[in-house]
Structure formats: C-alpha cells, structure tokens
C-alpha cells in the first residue's frame, strides 16, 4: 500500500533524553513536513524539506532536527533542548506542482515526557 | 507563528443544517487548502483553491476564496452526523505549508 509510515504511534521520553521520530514515503514525494499539535490546537510547522539533502526550518523549529538523506525518509529528533516536548507530531509529503503541494499525512505519533 | 485563523473555534449544528466556517491569513498565497481532522488521526485533504480562482466545488462542499480580504470560507450542505471532526486552512507560500487552528465542527443527530 502507498502512503505515509510513522513509527512509533506511542513513545514515552524521560526528561533530558533525544528521541527520534522516524517517517517514511513511497510516494515518491519530494516534499515532506513535520508538525506539531497541542491537544485541542492547530498545527504548527516544525521543518520542511523541498528536496533530499535540504531543509528549512519551520515556526517553531527550536530544539528539534531533522535530516534528509533518502527521498523516502524525514526522521524527526526531539532534543533535550525542546522544555515541553509532550505532544502530538504529524509527519507529512506533497508531491510538488504548480497548482500546489496537496499534503498526505501520516497517522501521527504521540511523544510523552515522563 | 499562525498563518490563518479559522472562526468559529466551534460549531455545533442539527444533522442536515449547512455549516460554515472561515479562514483568515495574513500574507499573500500561492494556494490555500483545506482539511479535515478525526480526533487523534492525521489530517485528511478535502479541497484546493488557487489563487486566482473564487470558488470551487465537491460534493457537498463549497469554497469560496476572496484574496482582497485575504479570508475563505468553507460550506458543508446537508450536513451529517459522520461530518464531526476539525476543520483546518492551510496555505501554500512556496512549499511552505502552514494550517490555521481550525474549526471544531459537532452534527447532532
């Protein structure tokens, strides 16, 4: 089946530990974006990457990373710099065009600091 | 920072009424989009709007852009008890997609 694959759907972090988030495609997209959500939020941009090898950061991209080494694959790391990382994280992908990146989102992964 | 504003934050109508909910931005767009959200799941693409388009249409959804106003609205028609979910905007600047904080819309049976 195509689409978007996050792992893993429940993860528990202790304070002052990275965790990394993974996200794959095949799709065969170009773009892929990591958000954030609050419960009860909006959505908030943490990186995005047009191309492999590139990224940009998004609004709120302090105390995260992210790498782009596989057009497939857009890991998403969760440093101990992020004070309040609890929350919900979608991984997502466009195809790009000129009439406008149409998202195709993952089914999210939940990231509890205990 | 957030790029749209959906209103109302909440919506609550009888199975069959039409709801309407709006967004506004802030900067000028290439496309804005909107979703749809089932509590705890990734979001959904409903429909695209470019920018030099005013409506569009599918099934029973209807949207209207006026970038004069920089604001879209989104109409749901003879709703459904299954239409329950948030409702975001997203707009396009350069690949750089950002969502609104939706609209959180409840069908009464």
């Known amino acids: 089946d195509g689409g978007i694959t996050q792992s893993p759907k429940y993860l528990f972090r202790k304070e002052g530990q990275n965790v990394t988030l993974s996200c794959e495609q095949n799709?065969?997209?170009?773009?892929m974006y990591w958000y954030r959500q609050d419960p009860g939020q909006g959505l908030r941009l943490i990186y995005y990457?047009?191309?492999?090898?590139?990224?940009q950061k998004g609004d709120i991209a302090e105390g995260y990373s992210v790498s782009r080494e596989k057009k497939e694959s857009f890991p998403l790391t969760v440093t101990s710099a992020q004070k309040n990382p609890t929350a919900f994280y979608l991984c997502?992908?466009?195809?790009?065009?000129?009439?406008?990146?149409?998202?195709?989102f993952g089914e999210g992964s939940w990231l509890t600091v205990v | 920072s957030q790029q749209g504003e959906e209103d109302p934050q909440a919506l609550s109508i009888q199975e069959g009424e039409n709801a309407t909910m709006n967004c506004s931005y802030k900067?000028?767009?290439?496309?804005l989009q909107w979703y749809r959200q089932n509590s705890g799941r990734g979001l959904v693409h409903l429909i695209l709007?470019?920018?030099?388009?005013r409506e569009k249409h599918s099934g029973r959804l209807r949207v209207t852009l006026d970038t004069s106003k920089k604001s879209s609205s989104l109409l749901i028609t003879a709703s459904r008890a299954a239409d329950t979910a948030s409702y975001f905007c997203?707009?396009?600047?350069?690949?750089?997609?950002?969502f609104g904080t939706g609209t959180k819309l409840q069908v009464i049976p």
């Open positions: 900067t000028s767009i290439n496309n």
């Open positions: 997502a992908s466009a195809r790009s065009s000129t009439s406008g990146n149409t998202i195709y």
């Open positions: 990457s047009q191309i492999v090898n590139d990224f």
């Open positions: 709007i470019r920018s030099n388009e």
């Open positions: 799709l065969n997209h170009d773009a």
């Open positions: 997203a707009t396009d600047i350069n690949q750089k997609v950002t």
